[in-house]
């Protein structure tokens, strides 16, 4: 037994270095957009942040162990400016997690579904959660430049928003768009094949040719590479549901799988056969 309690403490104490240097060599980039909007890369989701006069808005926080470069890539690119407003476009930890450490103080905007949920994890901190919410849009007025929030029908969760820089004729998808991959459809917190598909076509309608469109993640995209995402989900779902209908299991399915021509798109988190069986259990009638 004491040999078991040393060797658990041993392998406890191995662990809390590696976790806290999980993000030590990970360095926050950013991408300009237009004058003083910036999309920002590190690890999790991707970020923007516009600089308007003596305001400062950043969309999603990514993991809280990153707050420190964050804030640090803020300041240089604002000249030490003080972030003045948040906005989440949905729940998941790699988009919300330094939530407490970078906007604690200041105003958090989210849809409502994304306070419901949050409010339900005993873990995550009170002062990350959003402070200001809505239900349907949301239009912001920062010194001169327009930033208005869009709520999607229920589809990568039930919480998704899109965030348009109108004057930069820009766009933050969140997690409607993983940029060349398979993407991840939560269904568990209120997602759906359908509605992701169905928000997918409508939001390609709503860009034109210079749209510059922010990944949840992936690199910076345009209407084309949004179209593309759309072109894979509507090919592989004819494919999966092609399997179902000639009586296949779902492990016949993933053992068929998708062919060549998807396999660029197969990444670790949602690798092919994941997809194949959300698709195989999609409602998309």
Do not use: C
Request: no cysteine; proline share 2%.
């Amino acid at each position: 037994m004491k040999l078991s309690f040393a060797i658990t403490l041993v392998l406890l104490l191995v662990a809390a270095p590696l976790q806290a240097d999980r993000f030590k060599d990970v360095q926050v980039e950013e991408t300009k957009l237009a004058e003083n909007l910036y999309m920002l890369s590190g690890a999790g989701g991707n970020m923007a942040t516009l600089i308007a006069g003596d305001k400062m808005l950043l969309v999603d926080t990514q993991y809280a162990e990153l707050a420190d470069k964050i804030k640090a890539k803020l300041q240089q690119l604002s000249a030490n400016k003080a972030l003045t407003t948040l906005i989440n476009t949905h729940l998941h930890g790699d988009h919300v997690g330094g939530n407490s450490a970078l906007a604690a103080d200041i105003d958090i905007i989210a849809h409502n579904n994304v306070l419901s949920r949050l409010s339900q994890d005993e873990k995550f901190p009170r002062n990350g959660l959003p402070k200001t919410t809505f239900s349907d849009q949301l239009t912001l007025h920062l010194n001169g430049q327009t930033v208005r929030l869009n709520y999607m029908p229920p589809s990568h969760t039930d919480g998704d928003i899109v965030v348009w820089f109108e004057q930069a004729n820009a766009v933050h998808f969140g997690d409607l768009l993983f940029e060349g991959r398979f993407p991840f459809i939560d269904v568990s917190s209120g997602g759906s094949v359908k509605g992701y598909i169905d928000n997918t076509r409508t939001l390609i309608g709503m860009l034109n040719e210079q749209t510059k469109v922010i990944p949840g993640h992936g690199q910076l995209t345009d209407k084309a590479g949004v179209q593309r995402s759309l072109d894979m989900m509507e090919a592989t779902l004819a494919v999966v549901q092609g399997y179902k209908a000639a009586g296949m299991t779902e492990q016949q399915a993933v053992s068929k799988g998708l062919g060549q021509q998807w396999q660029s798109w197969h990444w670790n988190f949602i690798t092919e056969e994941r997809w194949i069986k959300t698709l195989y259990h999609a409602d998309v009638n």
